[in-house]
């Protein structure tokens, strides 16, 4: 009789069909059908069933698989019901029997995860797929690991449990454990059986279970990763894709389910995509008394969240307190702490800044809670909780930590976050004023030039803006505004205007409290520089003039002439460009006066802008050249080539403006500037326009619009002009 694995390759192979075609048509793997092939996997009825169908052998495949063996008395499958309702998982429930079948394979796997994602579900699918390679039976019991109101098994007792399902009599049972543990790997040595032990809490509790050389499989389930057990292959279980959390909600719920798809989405996310918590929910709709969407909006408020997702009977809250008990007081505290972290990720520095602790010890009591699943350490270098386990921790655990711990860890956060900002921003844009006093310069940071420094910006920018509301709401007032100001040059490079603006009025109630006139006046600035950049010229020159208020207040020359500098902006989207010129001639010559270069080139930016808008092309060019000549960075010089090139392009001077165009395009590329390319771009465009040449403005143009950046005619002459011909 043929290998069934030669006889399915040769069949697939001439009927010109690929291992991945043979996989979608039987639903099995194609890394297990490829063992299959290459006789490394066994082969039940199931498999040699769906193979035989895929490949229309008209049951010859199928044959050469026996019938199998009728179990004894020895034999029994003392496997849990599956359940109804288990849903999604298929790649997972592949995958993990053909972990179970797989010859190469150690005896011993781990099935891992957090309290609730459905590991013991998944391990019995896979033990019931495979149940019929494994002739003496399939057994399960819970080693109450983790099981609230009950004592663990030690494991002596686990041994002796294993003993009377191996129909070992209690009078051959030896007194102590190692004789238990040789007595069950002798009674194992000779079967082929799948031992489920749900529930397992540590190595130690089963590590005189392990066999060694055996056809035996034992799958464990465990909350912990369960490290020590050096020989075991280890299979984490995470919590369902979407679409299927959805699917089992309205499987358990059934005709109880929300009608509207998008409510049920809303709720499966709410849920945080954990089983677990989706079938509360399910039961919930099926006990009656709640409408979709009042329960969507339990779950959507943090603070009534876990209290929905509690049936009488399960809970999420008590699946995690028990995890949350077993703790030892230190790795409780650091649970608690990051509950004070805004983000769902925390990168490792600042967890160590909240612990107030070195990497080291720090690194200890991260890789024990990751270990127990109730955070997630990810190779970027980043400590995650889940939504409902922040929920917890915020709930249960921060509670225990001292009011007297609690304040200083915020201080060390924002402190630590400030720091890393400022040493962002000091490589992205060097030239920069920051009023950024009494603060350590941070012992590491994870970039190294200006692209890193920009780069971590661009990740991190949500969690900073997050972090000015917390230094608010713990009232570190100076900080509060500093962090805001520093953030003020990302934030207008990438046009972020809401967070900009966001970010700024906190800063300015801070600053406020503070009593702090000058860093009220430049909060204040930067607001109507939001504005400015957002097309409200009126909102921003009142901002600007209540900014030089405050600096007049406060004696502060710098800040005032900062504030006439913005204000003269703000007048020239304002159509005032004869006072904008003015106003820029006297800022210019102090900032020349006092060697402030990046100041002299943005004012001379502004007067070249203003004097084309008065048709003084001779002045305002010898402006632009200027501002090019002297800018500093990259993104300046592009700004500026870009305003070198409309003054061009204002005067009819078709071919210079084109020539700036293509440079500043150039520039903004090197820069990694969008915002200015796709400027340039549309310069280039009404440049081919003025010429006549519609083909090719329609291209540049074209080409402008794939950088999905906004360019507000109300402050941009190329887009306005070029709305002014889409007209």
């Known amino acids: 009789m043929p290998d069934f694995g030669a006889e399915l390759k040769r069949r697939r192979t001439s009927l010109g069909m690929s291992l991945t075609g043979l996989a979608a048509a ?15 996997a066994r082969v039940n009825r199931d498999l040699a069933k769906a193979c035989d169908l895929a490949l229309n052998a008209n049951g010859e495949l199928l044959a050469l698989v026996a019938e199998p063996v009728r179990r004894n008395a020895g034999g029994i499958v003392g496997l849990p019901d ?10 997972e429930l592949d995958a993990l029997s053909a972990r179970l079948l797989s010859l190469d394979d150690a005896p011993v796997g781990v099935v891992h995860g957090m309290a609730g994602a459905g590991k013991t579900a998944l391990a019995v699918a896979a033990a019931r797929r495979v149940a019929n390679a494994f002739p003496d039976g399939c057994l399960f019991f819970d080693l109450r690991g983790h099981t ?51 529930n397992v809490r540590s190595a130690q509790q089963i590590r005189a279970i392990v066999p060694g050389e055996t056809s035996s499989r034992i799958l464990v389930t465990s909350r912990g990763r369960l490290p020590a057990l050096d020989d075991a292959w280890h299979f984490p279980v995470d919590v369902l894709p979407l679409g299927d959390a959805v699917r089992l909600l309205r499987s358990v719920a059934g005709d109880h389910a929300p009608a509207d798809d998008g409510v049920a989405t809303e709720i499966a996310r709410h849920c945080g995509r954990l089983p677990l918590a989706v079938r509360i929910v399910a039961a919930r709709f099926v006990a009656g008394g709640w409408t979709a969407a009042g329960l969507r909006d339990r779950l959507a408020d943090e603070t009534t969240r876990l209290a929905a997702l509690d049936d009488g009977e399960r809970s999420v809250a008590t699946a995690f307190a028990v995890s949350y008990a077993s703790l030892p007081a230190d790795q409780r505290r650091l649970l608690g702490l990051l509950a004070l972290h805004p983000a769902t990720a925390a990168e490792t520095a600042a967890v160590e800044a909240l612990a107030g602790l070195g990497p080291g010890a720090a690194d200890r009591l991260v890789d024990r809670l990751h270990d127990a699943h109730l955070v997630v350490r990810d190779e970027r270098g980043y400590v995650e909780l889940h939504d409902l386990m922040r929920t917890f921790a915020a709930e249960h655990a921060l509670p225990e930590v001292e009011p007297d711990d609690r304040e200083p860890a915020v201080h060390r956060l924002v402190d630590h976050v400030l720091a890393t900002a400022v040493a962002a921003d000091e490589l992205a844009e060097p030239y920069r004023f920051r009023p950024v006093t009494g603060l350590a310069a941070p012992s590491s940071v994870p970039f190294t030039d200006a692209d890193g420094a920009l780069a971590w ?40 205007f809401e967070p900009w603006i966001r970010t700024h009025e906190r800063a300015l109630e801070a600053a406020r409290a503070a009593g702090d006139l000058s860093a009220t006046g430049m909060i204040l600035n930067n607001l109507g520089m939001a ?36 204000l003269a ?19 210019l010559a102090v900032y020349r006066r006092t060697g402030r270069t990046r100041n002299v080139v943005i004012a001379l930016r502004g007067i070249a802008l203003a004097s084309a808008a008065l048709d003084r092309f001779e002045a305002a060019i010898a402006a632009a050249r200027e501002a090019t000549s002297l800018a500093q960075l990259p993104v300046d010089q592009a700004m500026s080539v870009n305003g070198e090139a409309w003054v061009h392009f204002r005067a009819g001077q078709w071919a210079d403006a084109e020539r700036r165009y293509r440079l500043a395009a150039e520039i903004a590329d090197d820069a990694g500037s969008e915002y200015e390319r796709a400027r340039a771009l549309t310069g280039l465009g009404n440049t081919a326009a003025g010429r006549g040449d519609r083909q090719a403005a329609a291209h540049w143009w074209a080409e402008a619009a794939e ?16 709305n002014r011909l889409a007209k």
């Not at 599956?82 to 790649?91: K, M, N």
């Open 707 to 722: 950088y999905r950046v906004t360019l507000n005619p109300a402050v941009l002459g190329e887009a306005d002009y070029r």
């Open 531 to 566: 504005h400015i950049e957002a097309g409200r010229s009126d909102d921003a020159i009142r901002f600007h003039q209540q900014a030089q208020e405050q600096f007049a207040l406060a004696s502060d020359d710098r800040g005032a002439i900062d504030a006439l500098s913005s």
């Open 569 to 587: 902006w703000a007048r020239l989207y304002r159509g005032e460009a004869e006072s904008t010129v003015a106003d820029l001639t006297t800022v």
């Open 457 to 496: 910006l661009s990740a991190q920018w949500p969690t900073l803006g997050e972090i000015v509301d917390l230094a608010a709401r713990h009232r570190i007032h100076d900080r509060c505004w500093q962090l805001a100001f520093v953030l003020r040059a990302f934030f207008f490079r990438e046009k972020l």
């Open 148 to 198: 609230p109101g009950a004592a663990e098994l030690s494991p002596g007792e686990a041994l002796r449990r294993l003993l009377r399902l191996l129909d070992v009599s209690a009078d051959q049972f030896p007194a102590d454990e190692d004789g238990l543990g040789n007595l069950v790997r002798d009674q194992l040595r000779g079967r082929r059986m799948v031992l489920v032990l749900d």
């Open 26 to 40: 039987a639903h099995f793997t194609k890394g297990y059908l490829s063992k299959v092939e290459n006789g490394k």
């Open 82 to 91: 599956a359940g109804r309702y288990f849903v999604g998982r298929e790649a």
